[in-house]
């Protein structure tokens, strides 16, 4: 019987996405012999499915948006979508990656072995098919997450937003099941290019992880673009009548629509990888890790969406960064999620960074909150824009921003000036002070604090 060939490397990172291609370059840089095991499509969840993919949509429909509230100052008619010509714009940029991706870390000089990894032992991994055993002093589990399905009869004619992606046609009508992040950017998304949507959500109100505050302030306008928001209900089936579906709820009765989304959070993607074998602590919420990185096991780190943590793109470059540095020199860097900034591409956006108004009252710490709405200003009344608002939380004892939470058109691009002047300790009179390039919707930061 012919046992299976062993390779040893000096590390292994198992996941192709935005955690494990930031780790396996910073090791190959560093000069090891390393080794990338991926057995779905290499690029992950943001490059071509997530982040970069649904960015295409946002663009292209708020874009739309925006012309139908300058109709009248200086365009005689709004643009339309044509949802066929922009799925194939998007899909110019995300069908190549997988095979680009794989090829640019092979140019790199990293091995890449498209099947599945299992744990053998804290050392050793089985490739499947195949059988090789792969060897090596240090390991990233950087397996991402997918999305959490429903438990209700018929949920298996719900889809998920991968699913929305790949819609070569808009329906009328569709349902959002969940009240998050992602049930609403896609849910705008829709809406924007055409389609009526309804949004269901479990809790008193959608994304309560920004305060009620902000959300309000963006979701003003839902109804006006075609959205409705549903809170407070629970769902507890979906059925096929013809060509329609029939969400059923607890307490509202039936909503129905051509496609109905679940969005209900994610599920990282520990299984069938032998963590259990060599002892790895894990949960419904991801992989234990600590500021190192690394798990329980020695040698064996985790980084990403697999992760027990908060699952944005930056925080796993971070996370895998950090991996890297320690799986490099054991100890050497920490990771610090205190300054990480996240938007959500609503219309307008909300973007936000560090402690909120309420989280920080909430502590008693002595601070000052710059509090306003910036639709009157130059910037904005260009665009025809009104919903403009910011709350900027400042320590007292420090003059230092310890907080930002935004609404507008370019909140996206504005919450990373504050995330920056947390990081590096700026102080609001600084930022005030400085000769900002003008009229520049960054210039309107000065304003704020």
Not at 247 to 254: A, F, P
Request: aromatic share 8%.
């Amino acid at each position: 019987m012919l046992r299976a060939a062993t390779i040893g490397y000096d590390a292994i990172v198992i996941g192709t996405g935005t955690a494990g291609e930031t780790a396996v370059r910073t090791l190959a840089d560093a000069g090891k012999r390393v080794a990338i095991v991926d057995e779905v499509p290499y690029g992950g969840t943001c490059a071509l499915r997530g982040c970069q993919p649904k960015k295409y949509l946002v663009v292209n429909t708020h874009l739309a948006a925006d012309t139908r509230s300058l109709v009248g100052h200086g365009f005689s008619r709004a643009a339309s979508i044509d949802w066929a010509q922009l799925q194939a714009f998007r899909r110019e940029f995300t069908d190549p990656i997988p095979s680009n991706t794989e090829g640019s870390l092979t140019d790199a000089g990293i091995d890449t072995y498209h099947r599945h990894a299992r744990f053998v032992d804290p050392t050793t991994v089985a490739i499947e098919p195949g059988g090789e055993r792969l060897t090596a002093r240090s390991f990233l589990i950087a397996t991402g997450s997918r999305p959490r399905p429903l438990d209700v009869p018929g949920a298996e004619l719900a889809r998920t937003s991968d699913d929305f992606l790949d819609l070569d046609s808009l329906p009328e009508s569709m349902v959002f099941i969940g009240g998050g992040y992602i049930s609403l950017e896609f849910a705008y998304i829709a809406a924007l290019a055409g389609a009526r949507v309804t949004i269901l959500q479990r809790g008193e109100r959608v994304l309560p992880q920004f305060p009620a505050s902000i959300v309000e302030r963006a979701t003003a306008n839902a109804a006006e673009v075609g959205i409705r928001i549903v809170t407070n209900v629970g769902v507890t089936a979906i059925a096929r009548r013809q060509s329609m579906l029939t969400v059923s709820t607890d307490t509202r009765g039936e909503f129905t629509g051509g496609f109905v989304m679940a969005a209900v959070g994610r599920t990282p993607n520990v299984e069938d990888l032998g963590l259990d074998a060599i002892g790895v602590e894990y949960g419904v919420r991801g992989i234990t890790a600590d500021r190192f990185m690394a798990t329980n096991v020695d040698g064996v780190y985790a980084a990403g969406d697999c992760v027990d943590s908060k699952q944005l793109s930056p925080i796993s470059d971070m996370e895998a960064a950090v991996a890297a540095a320690n799986m490099i020199e054991a100890g050497s860097r920490q990771v610090d999620y205190h300054a990480i900034p996240s938007v959500v591409f609503t219309h307008p956006q909300m973007a936000g960074v560090g402690l909120s108004a309420e989280e920080a009252q909430a502590s008693q710490r002595a601070v000052t909150v710059r509090s306003g709405d910036g639709g009157s200003w130059p910037n904005y009344r260009r665009l025809n824009a009104t919903s403009v608002h910011y709350q900027v939380v400042i320590d007292d004892e420090t003059d230092r921003i310890v907080g930002a939470y935004l609404v507008g058109p370019y909140a996206g691009e504005q919450i990373n000036v504050f995330a920056l002047a947390i990081a590096s300790g700026t102080t609001a009179t600084e930022l005030k002070r400085l000769p900002w390039a003008y009229p520049t919707y960054t210039s309107d930061v000065k304003y704020m604090v």
